[in-house]
């Protein structure tokens, strides 16, 4: 990739870029390091017109409203509930260790109508088959122990993590930390550093991924690369990819942060080997 720094016409630069680097905010730094190192000054939930973005999940809300695009032009499915519409599950469709596409198969039901859905403002999907299965408490649970289970998972946390960083029953639930680690958070959330939402002009970047990887699997622990589209760049497109640690949990997918002090991204020239959703 050229060493240029993108350009300002293309609309996408910043965000999408943006979008990469809040992913990795959650895995290499964690949200708290994140929202307090270098400052005290508190971050805004407003949007660009000072208004603050309504974002609520009722329980038994369900339907959709009008689909809408991403920046890319996508398809994005809109639940009338603020924290998704899980799809009804056929388990008959997960893949088995013994088919030749056990680590490199797409989830089903992620191409058709509903299968991405913006979640307080950001792209996250939604399969027929490796879950999520429901909700609790606002929460995306249940996911298949398959490696398409945890590959839903690590997009559904990482970036509900990113849309919404004071959302502590996600946080508490579906991330694996120290008790350390939980102490800070909650510090940073009693000193307001945290955004109960971000606003619209940080999560409309915060779009889908194209593609996932399975680097290792095992019962236990699954490491799974997300690619997030980056702009254009003298002609050449490139992809921001993120590594993330899933660990399996009481009967479901978490997220555990790295504690590796080296990035977990990497730009990549393209996604041959990668498994499109």
Request: proline letters at 7%.
């Amino acid at each position: 990739m050229s060493e240029k720094e993108p350009s300002e016409r293309d609309g996408v630069s910043f965000g999408v870029i943006a979008s990469a680097a809040l992913v990795a905010v959650i895995v290499i730094a964690g949200l708290v390091v994140y929202f307090g190192h270098g400052s005290s000054s508190k971050p805004s939930a407003n949007t660009a017109d000072g208004t603050v973005p309504v974002t609520t999940s009722e329980p038994g809300v369900t339907g959709f409203a009008s689909p809408e695009v991403d920046l890319f032009g996508r398809r994005v499915d809109i639940p009338n509930n603020a924290a998704g519409q899980p799809l009804p599950q056929d388990p008959a469709k997960q893949r088995k260790a013994t088919d030749a596409d056990w680590l490199t198969a797409a989830p089903r039901g992620t191409t058709e109508p509903h299968g991405w859905q913006r979640v307080y403002g950001a792209s996250v999907p939604f399969s027929t088959s490796d879950g999520p299965a429901r909700l609790e408490d606002g929460v995306a649970v249940g996911y298949a122990h398959t490696p398409q289970g945890a590959a839903l998972a690590a997009a559904q946390i990482t970036y509900r993590l990113n849309a919404r960083p004071a959302d502590r029953e996600l946080y508490v639930r579906e991330v694996r930390v120290p008790a350390d680690q939980l102490t800070a958070y909650d510090q940073a959330l009693a000193d307001q550093r945290l955004p109960k939402q971000q606003p619209e002009k940080v999560t409309r970047y915060l779009v889908a991924s194209d593609g996932f990887q399975i680097e290792n699997y095992a019962d236990d622990m699954a490491i799974v690369r997300l690619a997030v589209r980056g702009p254009v760049v003298d002609n050449h497109q490139w992809w921001a990819a993120v590594r993330l640690i899933m660990v399996w949990d009481s009967g479901d997918w978490r997220l555990k942060p790295s504690t590796s002090k080296t990035s977990q991204t990497e730009n990549v020239d393209s996604l041959a080997g990668w498994t499109r959703w």
